[in-house]
């Protein structure tokens, strides 16, 4: 067998090819990021400086039951949250192509039985055969050689575009953590304001009935009842808006959950306070906590994808080696199909046997100007993501700032107001009294009881925003998108309907869900192609069964 001897010593060249192949274009690095030593507030008593910190489930700080369930509830059924998965799922098969360029990129198996009749005015037809059947079985490939990297720089792009989708991924499942959190904080703000609100309606009923019957029995004029009553029917007026506003907050909290607006009664059970905070926060080390945020490390995949993209640029520059094979079968029979008939017999005897293979060289030496100006815009483009990974870790930093001294300012407030809202339930117990015993006019209870509501209200509103705050601090250090880890990204339900309409095969297995996602190996350090020499036959099946569909 000459021809199996010619073939592998063809391959062992190509297999040389490699130790002399390269790939064109920068090997991505970690680009620098101004990243502060200590936090602005790290000698706060608030804070706290543990390097052990586990911000994995920050929510159950909180201690309440129906919080945690609602965040495990949003994680299960957010409908945005499942988009970003099913974006995983396509990455990975936009990875599959690009690792198949590696790979013989024609493949053709052809086969044809074509009767012919020649011209007999053609050069040279005179004295040949002019009517005969031809046979052809064959297989046709073109290789090209990925000698300056275009493909394995695509396959480096792929990758990072991947690791990018899945940190999309835990950054939205970040924002949602917390969203759900916050929108829970805000319904038991609305709720506690609307319980302060219905309470100063009964004890300013009461009073006004006081002033009604003082007047009735001519101990005052009728300004103090008509005083009364506006306080009170003021007071009334903000109980539809509060009443409205949770429904509102119900429904919010329904579309996080991924259901249809409803009031959520069965999810909800509990008492309608809120929830008590902790006095301190954890802060951690900067480097450590800013560079584990999701939206840090998507935008430094996102510029390793772009990165990648200057090399498959500049390749365009060089020569393109092409391998060009086929082998087959092939005969030719003279006669008429209808009287004598073919011999389809010759076509698989020994002598039928047809092979060629060769190199092919193409140049665009005429297109420098436009392919020097890729390379250009894809730098450019590159450059922007670097300066939007430094952004993003400055905006970072600022978010955790700015979380840490609202949630420090929200404590003191709530120090102060809680000492006003007991000196302004004294004064109006106070007032009451000099009011029945006519040492005081109305406007004195008036005022009062307008103070308490009000003040009552406010402590109210700064005791959810200490929780928000804190909801913001845990945000800004991105914690929360742990608990997807070795769990699927895409619901088993939809999983189903998918695989009923396509082949998956293994792609929405759970491999990926590891605690890292790393940096894509350079194209500079993979091989030029995978070994052909040692590639046997279950790999091809394998390769065949995945990347063309049998």
């Keep these: ?17 490699q130790i002399s192949a390269c790939a064109v274009g920068p090997d991505f690095k970690k680009p620098g990021a101004p990243i502060a030593d200590h936090w602005l507030n790290q000698n706060n008593s608030v804070v706290t400086n543990n390097k052990q910190v586990n911000y994995h489930d920050w929510w159950t ?97 792929a990758q990072a575009n991947l690791g990018a989708s899945i940190t999309n991924y835990d950054d939205i499942l970040v924002s949602l953590t917390a969203e759900v959190a916050t929108v829970y904080i805000n319904l038991r703000i609305f709720q506690e304001r609307l319980a302060i609100a219905e309470t100063n309606v009964e004890t300013q009923n009461r009073s006004y009935g006081i002033a009604d019957i003082r007047f009735r029995n001519g101990a005052v004029t009728e300004l103090d009842p008509m005083q009364a009553l506006t306080l009170l029917r003021n007071t009334e007026a903000t109980i539809p808006a509060l009443e409205t506003a949770i429904k509102q907050t119900r429904y919010a909290l329904s579309t996080l959950l991924g259901l249809p607006p409803s009031n959520l009664e069965n999810l909800l059970v509990g008492t309608k306070k809120i929830p008590v905070a902790p006095e301190t926060v954890a802060l951690g080390i900067p480097a450590d906590l800013l560079l584990r945020r999701p939206d840090v490390r998507l935008s430094e995949l996102q510029a390793a994808a772009q990165s990648a993209k200057i090399g498959i640029a500049k390749s365009e520059l060089f020569p393109r080696f092409i391998l060009l094979g086929s082998v087959g079968m092939r005969s030719s029979d003279k006669g008429s199909f209808l009287s004598n008939g073919a011999h389809l017999g010759d ?54 700032e700015n979380g840490a001294a609202a949630f420090m300012g929200a404590q003191g407030e709530v120090k102060y107001l809680k000492e006003s809202v007991q000196a302004a339930e004294r004064a109006v117990e106070l007032a009451q009294i000099q009011y029945r015993d006519g040492a005081v006019n109305y406007t004195r209870i008036l005022d009062t009881q307008e103070t308490l509501l009000r003040q009552q209200d406010t402590l109210t509103d700064r005791r959810g925003r200490i929780n928000t705050s804190l909801i913001s601090v845990y945000k800004a250090l991105g914690g929360g998108w742990q608990q997807r880890q070795g769990k699927a990204f895409v619901p088993a339900t939809i999983q189903q309907e998918m695989r009923e309409r ?36 279950s790999q091809w099946t394998s390769f065949i069964s995945q990347h063309i569909g049998f």
Aim: net charge negative; with cysteine.
């Design 347 to 400: 076509l698989f005897s020994g002598s039928s046997f047809t092979w060629f293979v060769g190199p092919s060289v193409n140049w665009n030496i005429l297109n420098y100007g436009r392919i020097r100006n890729d390379v250009r815009v894809q730098d450019a483009r590159f450059q922007q993501l670097i300066v939007n990974y430094q952004n993003t870790i400055l905006i970072a930093a600022r978010e955790v």
């Design 1 to 17: 067998m000459h021809y199996l001897s010619t073939v592998k010593k063809i391959l062992l060249i190509i297999g040389c090819l």
């Design 502 to 537: 396509v082949d998956w095969g293994d792609f929405m297995s759970n491999d990926l869900s590891e605690d890292k996602v790393e940096l894509p190996a350079p194209a500079s350090e993979q091989p030029l192609f995978p070994s052909i020499l040692d590639f046997d036959i």
């Design 61 to 157: 700080i909180f201690d309440d039951p129906v919080l945690t369930n609602l965040v495990e509830t949003a994680y299960r059924q957010n409908l945005n949250l499942h988009l970003a998965g099913l974006r995983i799922l396509e990455a990975r098969a936009q990875l599959g192509i690009a690792q198949g360029t590696q790979y013989p990129q024609t493949q053709e198996l052809n086969s044809n039985a074509t009767y012919n009749t020649l011209s007999k005015n053609a050069a040279n037809g005179a004295g040949a055969d002019r009517r005969f059947w031809d046979f052809n079985v064959g297989f046709d490939a073109a290789w090209e050689l990925d000698f300056w990297g275009r493909f394995r720089r695509g396959t480096e792009s």
